[in-house]
C-alpha cells in the first residue's frame, strides 16, 4: 500500500496507473455535463465476487456520466473494462490484498479539475472504508459539479464514527456553489443511522432520491443506498434488478436547474 494517506490511483484508457495526491495539478479540463440531461449509475459491486457484474457495467457505459461504485476491486476485469472503454476511473483504496486494491471508484469520461480523497476505519475489524470527492467543469458555466461517491462505515457502536465519516463530506459539500451529487452505501440500517442521515442531508439543503419501484438493498428493513442532489433537476430514478451483486444498481437521471 502506498504510504501516502490522502492519494488517489487513476486508472485511464491504457495508461498505466497514476498516483494522484492532494497538490495534483490539472492539466486540463473538458466539461462532463450541459444543458442536455445526464445519467448516473451508482453500485455497491461487491467485490466483483460474481459473474455479470461486468456485463452491467458494460450495459451502462455509454448511458452515464458518472458510474459510482463502491466495494470496486481493481481486478484484471474492472481495469480492461475502464481500458476498452476509454473511462477515466479515479479510486480511493481502502485497504489491499495481494496487490488488488479496494474502495470507492468514480468513473467517468472526464478529468476532475479537484480530487479529495477520505479514509475512515471501522471501529472492530480495523478495516478501512473511503469515500471521494471530485468536482467536473460544467459547459458553458464558472460553476461546477461536485460528485461524492461514500462507502460507509457498517460495524460501530453509536453513531460517533458515522457522524464524523459523513460530516467530513458535508464540510466541503456545504461550502460548494454549484450543483452537488452524494450517493453510495451509506450502510443506514439502524434507526439512529437513518434519522442522522437525514438530519445532515438537510442541514445542507440536499434532496433524496426517491424511487417508485423501491427494490434498493436494505437490511433490517432499512435501504443501504442512497442518491442526493442539490442545484439539478430530477428526471427519472430507476433501480436495476440483477443477481450480479448483494446490491441493485441505482440509475437515476438528472438535468442542471
Known amino acids: ?40 449509475l451508482v453500485w455497491n459491486i461487491f467485490k466483483q465476487k460474481r459473474a455479470d457484474c461486468i456485463n452491467i457495467l458494460e450495459q451502462y457505459a455509454h448511458q452515464t456520466k458518472l458510474i459510482l461504485l463502491q466495494e470496486a476491486q481493481t481486478t484484471s476485469q474492472l481495469l480492461n473494462f475502464i481500458a476498452e472503454n ?3 476511473a479515479d479510486h480511493v483504496p481502502a485497504y489491499s490484498l495481494n496487490d488488488i486494491y479496494a474502495g470507492v471508484m468514480t468513473i467517468t469520461d472526464t478529468t476532475p479539475t479537484q480530487i479529495l480523497s477520505f479514509r475512515e476505519r471501522e471501529p472492530f475489524i480495523r478495516v478501512p472504508k473511503s469515500a471521494l470527492i471530485t468536482l467536473y467543469p460544467i ?14 462505515i457498517n460495524f460501530s457502536l453509536g453513531v460517533k464514527v458515522y457522524r464524523q465519516q459523513i460530516y467530513m463530506l458535508l464540510n466541503y459539500i456545504e461550502q460548494h456553489h454549484g450543483p452537488v451529487i452524494l450517493a453510495g452505501d451509506f450502510n ?25 419501484n423501491d427494490i434498493r438493498k436494505t437490511f433490517l428493513g432499512r435501504p443501504l443506498d442512497f442518491v442526493f442532489y442539490r442545484g439539478l433537476k430530477l428526471n427519472a430514478a430507476n433501480i436495476v434488478n440483477t443477481a ?3 446490491h441493485n444498481p441505482l440509475f437515476v437521471k438528472f438535468k442542471l436547474d
Open 139 to 152: 459547459k458553458n458555466s464558472t460553476q461546477q459539479l461536485l460528485v461524492a461517491n461514500i462507502h460507509a
Open 86 to 88: 476509454n473511462k477515466i
Open 244 to 246: 450480479a451483486s448483494d
Open 188 to 212: 443506514a440500517w439502524s434507526r439512529q443511522r437513518l434519522s442522522l442521515l437525514y438530519h445532515l442531508i438537510r442541514s445542507i439543503n440536499l434532496k433524496p432520491v426517491n424511487f417508485s
Open 1 to 40: 500500500m502506498f504510504k501516502h494517506r490522502d492519494y488517489t490511483l487513476r486508472y485511464q484508457g491504457k495508461c498505466d496507473v497514476e498516483l494522484i495526491l492532494p497538490n495534483h495539478k490539472i492539466m486540463h479540463n473538458e466539461p462532463l455535463i450541459g444543458q442536455q440531461p445526464f445519467s448516473v
